[in-house]
């Protein structure tokens, strides 16, 4: 890369490391990529749900410049101060799957896309609630569609709920979530007690055309734990009363 290329990569490099640092006291690389303008929100939304094979698939530049961006970023952080935490990236898949990030798979690669800068500033608990929090599995997200005039690509079938696979959408059969229950949003004390005891559970959302954006509307939970919640909340209410 010519020295002045590399020079303007470098400034740009470090402006999206700034900001990312400054706004959650840790980066990692795939914040860098976004913040330079060569990841997609919505490319890095698609991977993490697990519709794409792996991340550089979808980064808007050669392997060689990635890479050299990386090696920057690395160069930057050390600088820094910064301290390196190898993180988790787990899909927001039922299959609970390791994420790929590189073309090649290589483990070394992995580890250095895998790894997140937390800034030495920070008290030691803090800095281990933010690994902690970084490497908590994401929740799962079903759609619940406007219409239903779409088919499982699995088995053609359909539902009042899908999950969106890389091939399309899936019914929640297929993706092995049709033994959960629809619990609607409204009831905030109800859906933290049964969040907290439901092994399973997925996040519903629905498009609203107005906003032109995905709202919440509920959650999927295990029959056991709404019905043991919904229990308890009785017998609080008649003991208060």
């Given amino acids: 890369m010519h020295p002045h290329n590399r020079k303007k990569l470098e400034d740009r490099v470090r402006r999206a490391a700034e900001a990312a640092l400054a706004a959650r006291k840790y980066v990692s690389p795939v914040d860098v990529l976004v913040g330079i303008g060569w990841l997609d929100p919505g490319a890095l939304k698609r991977w993490q749900q697990g519709q794409l094979g792996y991340l550089e698939e979808a980064v808007q530049t050669n392997l060689p410049r990635i890479s050299e961006a990386m090696k920057l970023f690395r160069s930057w952080a050390a600088a820094k101060g910064l301290r390196p935490s190898e993180t988790a990236y787990i899909a927001r898949t039922p299959a609970r799957q390791m994420l790929r990030f590189s073309k090649s798979g290589d483990p070394a690669i992995e580890k250095l896309y895998r790894t997140h800068w937390i800034s030495g500033d920070l008290p030691e608990k803090k800095q281990k609630r933010l690994v902690e929090r970084a490497s908590r599995a994401p929740e799962l997200v079903v759609i ?97 009363s």
Avoid: I
Wanted: include cysteine; hydrophobic fraction near 35%.
């Fill in 144 to 240: 619940q569609p406007l219409n239903d005039a779409w088919k499982c690509h699995r088995c053609a079938g359909t539902g009042d709920f899908l999950m969106m696979e890389a091939p399309g959408p899936v019914c929640l059969r297929c993706a092995g979530l049709d033994d959960l229950e629809f619990l609607p949003a409204g009831n905030a004390l109800l859906t933290r007690r049964v969040k907290a005891n439901s092994a399973r559970h997925a996040v519903v959302v629905r498009f609203s055309r107005s906003r032109r954006r995905y709202e919440r509307q509920g959650l999927l939970v295990e029959h056991r734990a709404l019905s043991e919640a919904q229990t308890e909340l009785e017998q609080h209410n008649r003991e208060c």
